[in-house]
Each structure stands twice: as C-alpha cells, then as structure tokens.
C-alpha cells in the first residue's frame, strides 16, 4: 500500500509535539525508504546539550543507523519546519531524494525564506525539495508553543 505525503508528515508532526512535550521547539522529522519510516527525530538540543541535535539531525542518524549505511539514497525526509544551514547540509551530504516540509521558517529556513541552499549549483547531488506540506499545522504546534512559553513568563 502507497501511502501519501500528508500521512508521514502526520508522524512528523506527533514528533513535534513530543519535542514541545519536552519543552523543546516542537520540530519533529521522518526519514522514509520504500514506503516505511526508518528514521524518526525531534528537537533534543536542550535536553541533549548538542546544539546539532535537531529534528532533522536526529532523524537521519537514526536511519542511517537502521539502514547501516551513511548514504539515505532512495529515502525522503518530511520535517514539520524548513530546514536550517545545518540541517540543509547533512540532508545533502546524506543523499536524501526528497524533502518534504511544513511550514517556512523566515529567519532561518535556507529553501525558500532567506535563501534556496538547495539549488546551489556546487554541490554534487540534487535534492528535490516540496515546502508548504500540513504547513497550517506546523504553523499551529509552532504558535502554540509560543504561547505557552510567553505566557509562563
């Protein structure tokens, strides 16, 4: 069974919530090969002391070590938040096909907010890139974290 884009970008978003259930910036990530997750990450940076430890990150180490191999060829990542510099970097080292994400983040997402870090035309591999998927409720986790944060001061 073929399972649609919007249906791992749910499971991003529940690890987005548990990153906010953490009192982490709730961003939460799936890595998929052949139609099944086989990485899942959220916001640890906090808790961990790793200022690397993002969703992102946290996804692609997870499936790079389910799959034994430091090379996702073959797999799309969904992540409920543009991608950062960092982010965008390891995404590209690791050869993921495709990223699929939620809502844009305007000071740091390096697709489409300050720059397209993607389409540089030095880097050896491609990466297909989709912003905008579930971005209403990536925006709504976001928001509502927030919220409570500034309303807890």
Known sequence: MSRKPEYFMHRALELAQQAA??????VGAVVVYNGE???RGWNQPVAGCDPTAHAEIMALRDAAKQLDNYRLNECDL???LEPCTMCAGAIIHSRIRHVYYGA???RTGVNESICNL???PWYNHKVAVTGGLLSGKS???MKAFFAE???DR
């Open 21 to 26: 259930d953490e009192g982490e910036v709730p």
């Open 37 to 39: 997750i086989v990485g």
């Open 78 to 80: 969904y992540v409920t």
């Open 104 to 106: 844009a983040e305007p």
């Open 118 to 120: 993607f389409a540089q």
């Open 139 to 141: 925006k709504q986790i």
């Open 149 to 151: 944060r500034r309303k």
